[in-house]
C-alpha cells in the first residue's frame, strides 16, 4: 500500500480510498463532472437571471426574436438547469415511473453481467440478447402504465413554456466595457 492511501486510511475511517483514486468512471459520475466543468463554469448569478428590472413584454416579433437569440445563448447553463429540475420534479413525482425505471436498469445491470455464452436456467441456455430481449417485453408494458409518453411530453412543454417564456421577456444583456 503507498504512503499516501496509507495516510487516508488512517485519517479516515469512514472512507477508506482517498478521492484521487477512487473510480470515479465506473460510477458513472465522469460524465456529471465533465457537464460541471463545461456547462456549470458558465452559469449566471441568480440575481441576474431572475432579474424582474429587466423583465418586459416584447414590443414586437423582431424584439421577441432578437431576445430569443441574445438570452438563449447567455442563459444556457441556466436554461439547462431549469430543464433538469422540471425532469427532476417529474421523475420524483411519478412513483411508478421511478419504480419501472428501477426495475429495468437493474435487468440491464444484471444482464451485463451475463457472460456471451448465456446462463442457464432449468434445462434451457438463454443469451443475454434473448435477455435483454425479454426485459424489453417486460419494458414496454411497464413504462406504459407509468405514463411516460405523457411525463415526456409535459416535460418538454414545462421546460418550453418556462425557459422560451423566460428568454423573451427578459431584456438582452448589453455588456458594459471594462
Known sequence: MNPRRAAAVSTSSSFPMPLDEFPIAALGLGY????????????RPMAEFLDSNRLSKPTS??????????NIPYFRSNYILV????????????ATLMFSAGIVATGWHFISKIPPEGIVIGEDRYNPRQLRT????I???LFFYSS???????IIGASAVSILGHAACMEEHIEEPV
Open 139 to 141: 419494458a414496454v408494458p
Open 61 to 70: 416579433v423582431a424584439s421577441m426574436t432578437s431576445r430569443l437569440s441574445c
Open 134 to 137: 425479454g426485459l424489453g417485453c
Open 83 to 94: 430543464f433538469v429540475g422540471i425532469t427532476a420534479y417529474s421523475l420524483v413525482t411519478n
Open 32 to 43: 456529471i463532472n465533465r457537464f460541471r466543468r463545461d456547462h456549470l463554469s458558465t452559469l
Open 148 to 154: 411516460t409518453l405523457g411525463t415526456i411530453f409535459y
